[in-house]
């Protein structure tokens, strides 16, 4: 069977020649031709997409089918080529690897990530017999970009909160600490699940201008994770008059007032959830109940108990809020917000200076290992 | 004759990672084993967590089904603080809850995890469309494949003889495949999004009862949208299984399994007897259509094929195992003759009881726990299916690969009906001013609890014990420990295991068939 080109109905062969003509006929001569060839294949294929599947639990995944800007038959059939994703693809087993491979090392795809790298266990996690170590190594030097969906591929999540049994990395810290990469370039889009249609907002953004856009210091791109969830949260004006929820089920759940007091983590997570929200921009998590947090690395181990103030803030009609017992590990979660974002103001003049500021290390290391 | 072993690594449209090893002798399945090539060591790092924060764990388990997950997590965790039964908005929003999961669940399985078995895509550019609709769709899919992408259906055994369906039928699944994605979406939102804040991962448990009472407009919301999704249920879905069904009834002889079911139930009535749910709890024995009591602490775990010390296991209560894992794994290769190693699977092995029984679970064990209960709007509909078929009075013709796929739609038709009665009693609890919640309880110093409340694929319990106000010990057994447990420590098949065995396969290098089983157990 001859080559077919990316027209239908027309062989390769065909598609040269035409291409041929065209560039002839604009003055480029039968040598423009690959030129124009690559000009209108831009113009008419839909760009590849790998999606692996690591140590995860598929939720980002299904975050992906709640996705409706755009709706998900749109997005699979119209807008990219989805060439593996092993929720959604028809093939199995050494077809379904066949794919992969295929794509990959063709060079011309975009990579996502969803899920943990197992590095202390390399056979924790494997897909047609490789580890996820290995696959993960040969694959990143290929993709024209590299997007890592939720905190597992981010930071290793809750698999690898303490002890970490199974040495699980995000996959940009598995590959400068395992991998021998130096500098790796990976855009991660954290949360758990991970947010697929921010995540689509940034894959556009590289499609569009045809660059990265500018990411924080744990790798996540600024125009989305740039603010606290608590400077852009609804319920702002009431953590102002000191209007706190004070126990669940209390009465004023019904007057939207602030989740503060049980324990909320708005305050020191970065994230964009109270304006691009969830589902097709409908509803988010506050709209039922406290933030915990899971778009920091290691939030499982800093973040927690969830249902515990967090402290050191300066909080509106409340005195000295302060769990001893607690309060080591949420400095320590705070610093780390804190610190990676050099943020201003507006969430400086709530510290009391209980917890040491840190410059932002630059690091993209989770610390998850062992 | 002609001996193959056949490796499907990865066992695609499922959640988690799965490798199924058969061996082939004279066209049929004579030995099959199954591995989980996933671990990550939930019973390892909930230790020493706060029991409060029990059920965040547990949700993230599993993406899919994260809200039965919560279920069993923030269960487990109450019942050990002391809670021993919730109040009854609790009931009612945990049951809206499961209901929205369930209806999301049924209806992705039905098409994006499982069409691609019997619904050849290719095959519907040959449809000669009735329908402008249908039309539209099919000009879609030639673009589509003309432009030599085929993307997400590259490669699959288009060509395998075992595609049944005309033309036509299969432009109309594929249309409904495209649609299902929206109605997927719809039943997410009335629960998941608008109560639970966004799905997958809500957030309106806490252990002791529920963050916060919904509003009126949000439960309105709610009914409205399980209506859309009971519309499409009803004149999509249903209409689908009875339209594709026949020219698939081979698959009536094929997959029995064990024939031993069970079932911790799922949705609670008033009472809050889990023998008295809309899917009761029970067992079922030896494929003796009777229901018996169950209790989820004779669970026992076996460890001699899994990458665990053989000695962890024993038989013991899950609390009592624990996970110590081995750090070096070797699985057969794919190519070549080698059958799996002794130890095959990050699963450890589950049995039941005394006597060490392996369980299926799942949908059919639901609905055949509910007919046998009895609950009248099961009986109704499993005798009309029966009767529909030519099989009145033989129950028993539902233990096979398409019983289970008949008993998964069953069962989402009667959640749907029973959607609408969840929100109009909490609405009536709201009437008459009861619009309480119960809060969160103080952490004891000692506790125990369980949960034991079905997943939408089947049984699922956690198990929490406090010790000094933190978690001594935790344990998940979910539904695919059950159906994709390895052999025991005595040799005996896992269900999905013996259900391979004896399956017919045409052509080994393209095991469509091995799928389709495996698919009907919704791994």
Request: net charge negative; hydrophobic share 40%; charged share 20%.
């Amino acid at each position: 069977m001859p080559e077919m080109s990316v027209f239908p109905g027309v062989t390769r062969r065909d598609f040269l020649k035409i291409c041929g003509g065209l560039a002839a006929l604009i003055g480029l001569g039968q040598a423009g031709a690959a030129d124009v060839a690559e000009a209108l294949e831009q113009i008419a294929k839909r760009p590849n997409v790998v999606w692996s599947l690591f140590q995860e639990c598929l939720g980002c995944s299904v975050n992906l089918l709640q996705s409706r800007t755009p709706q998900v038959a749109t997005l699979i059939l119209q807008q990219i080529s989805l060439n593996y994703h092993e929720a959604v693809m028809a093939a199995a087993g050494d077809e379904a690897a066949q794919n992969y491979w295929d794509t990959v090392n063709g060079g011309d795809f975009y990579w996502i990530v969803e899920g943990a790298i197992a590095t202390k266990i390399p056979g924790a996690m494997t897909v047609h017999g490789e580890t996820s170590m290995d696959i993960a190594k040969k694959t990143y030097p290929k993709p024209k970009a590299t997007i890592a969906i939720g905190s597992c591929a981010c930071y290793g999540n809750v698999q690898a909160a303490r002890p970490n049994p199974t040495g699980a990395k995000g996959l940009a810290a598995f590959l400068k600490e395992d991998a021998g990469v130096a500098d790796p370039v990976v855009i991660n889009m954290s949360r758990c699940p991970g947010n697929a249609e921010d995540m689509l907002a940034a894959l556009t953004y590289v499609l569009v201008y045809k660059k990265l856009p500018e990411l924080d210091s744990v790798g996540r791109p600024k125009f989305l994770y740039g603010a606290l969830v608590h400077d852009n949260c609804e319920r702002r004006a009431h953590f102002e008059n000191g209007d706190y929820i004070e126990s669940f089920g209390d009465p004023h759940c019904a007057d939207d007032w602030c989740w503060f007091k049980m324990g909320c983590k708005g305050p020191v997570t970065y994230a964009p959830c109270p304006v691009t929200r969830w589902n097709g921009h409908q509803s988010w998590c506050v709209k039922a109940g406290p933030c915990i947090g899971c778009s920091e690395p290691n939030f499982w181990d800093t973040m927690e108990p969830f249902y515990s103030p967090v402290p050191n803030i300066k909080a509106p009609g409340i005195n000295g809020i302060s769990d001893s017992k607690f309060t080591g590990i949420l400095v320590g979660a705070t610093a780390v917000a804190i610190g990676a974002h050099l943020v201003g103001t507006a969430v400086t003049h709530r510290l009391r200076g209980g917890g040491p500021l840190e410059e932002p290390s630059g690091d993209t290391s989770d610390g998850g290992g062992e | 004759m002609a001996k193959t072993k056949v490796v499907i690594d990865p066992v695609t449209r499922i959640e988690g990672h799965l490798r199924v090893t058969c061996v082939v002798e004279n066209g049929k399945v004579t030995d099959a084993w199954n591995t989980c090539t996933l671990f990550r060591g939930f019973e390892i790092f909930m230790k020493d967590r706060d029991p409060r924060d029990v059920w965040h764990y547990t949700m993230r388990i599993c993406g899919v089904c994260p809200t039965p997950h919560g279920w069993n997590g923030v269960r487990a965790s109450e019942m050990a603080m002391g809670v021993d039964k919730m109040d009854d908005n609790t009931r009612l929003i945990r049951n809206m809850m499961e209901a929205s999961q369930l209806a999301y669940d049924h209806i992705l399985w039905f098409y994006v995890l499982n069409a691609f078995d019997y619904v050849n895509v290719p095959n519907a550019l040959k449809a000669k469309p009735k329908t402008p609709t249908l039309k539209a769709v099919q000009e879609q899919l030639k673009g589509f494949v003309a432009a030599g992408q085929l993307g997400f259906l590259a490669n699959m055994y288009w060509d395998h003889p075992g595609y049944k369906l005309p033309p036509d039928l299969d432009l109309e699944l594929t249309a409904h495949y495209l649609q299902s994605i929206e109605m997927q979406q719809i039943a997410n939102d009335a629960g998941g999004v608008f109560l639970g804040g966004k799905y997958p991962m809500i957030m309106n448990y806490a252990p002791g009862g529920c963050t916060q009472l919904p509003g009126i407009e949000d439960i309105l919301t709610y009914k409205q949208r399980m209506q859309q999704v009971t519309d499409f249920v009803d004149t999509v879905v249903v209409p689908d299984l009875l339209a594709i069904a026949p020219y698939y009834i081979g698959l009536a002889q094929v997959g029995k399994g064990v024939g031993n079911f069970l079932s911790w139930g799922v949705l609670d009535e008033k009472s809050q007897d889990p023998y008295d749910r809309v899917f009761p709890r029970g067992g079922i024995f030896g494929g003796k259509l009777v229901a018996e009591k169950v209790d989820p602490d004779e669970t026992k775990m076996y460890t001699k094929t899994s990458f665990f010390p053989d000695s962890l296991g024993a038989g013991k209560h899950p609390l009592d195992v624990g996970q110590e894992p081995q750090e070096y794994v070797d699985l057969a290769p794919i190519t070549g003759n080698a059958l799996p190693n002794a130890k095959y699977d990050w699963t450890q092995a589950v049995r039941y009881g005394a006597q060490e029984a392996p369980m299926e679970v799942g949908p059919l064990a639901q609905m055949l726990l509910a007919y046998l209960a009895p609950r009248p709007e099961a009986v109704q509909l499993v005798d009309s299916t029966l009767a529909a078929v030519g099989a009145a009075g033989h129950p028993e013709i539902l233990i096979s690969a398409l019983g289970r796929i008949v008993a998964r739609v069953l069962k989402l038709k009667i959640n749907m009906d029973n959607a609408q009665r969840w929100a109009d009693e909490l609405l009536a609890n709201m009437a008459t001013g009861n619009i309480a919640v119960n809060s969160m309880p103080e952490v004891p110093d000692s506790g125990e609890g369980k949960g034991g409340w079905d997943a939408p694929r089947g049984a699922l319990c956690h198990y929490v014990r406090i010790k000094n106000k933190k978690i001594d010990s935790f344990a998940a057994v979910p539904a695919s420990n059950w159906n994709f447990s390895p052999r025991d420590d005595k040799g005996v098949r896992g269900p999905v295991e013996e259900a391979l065995v004896g399956l017919p396969v045409e052509d080994p290098s393209k095991p469509l068939e091995i799928l389709r089983l495996v698919h009907t157990f919704d791994p």
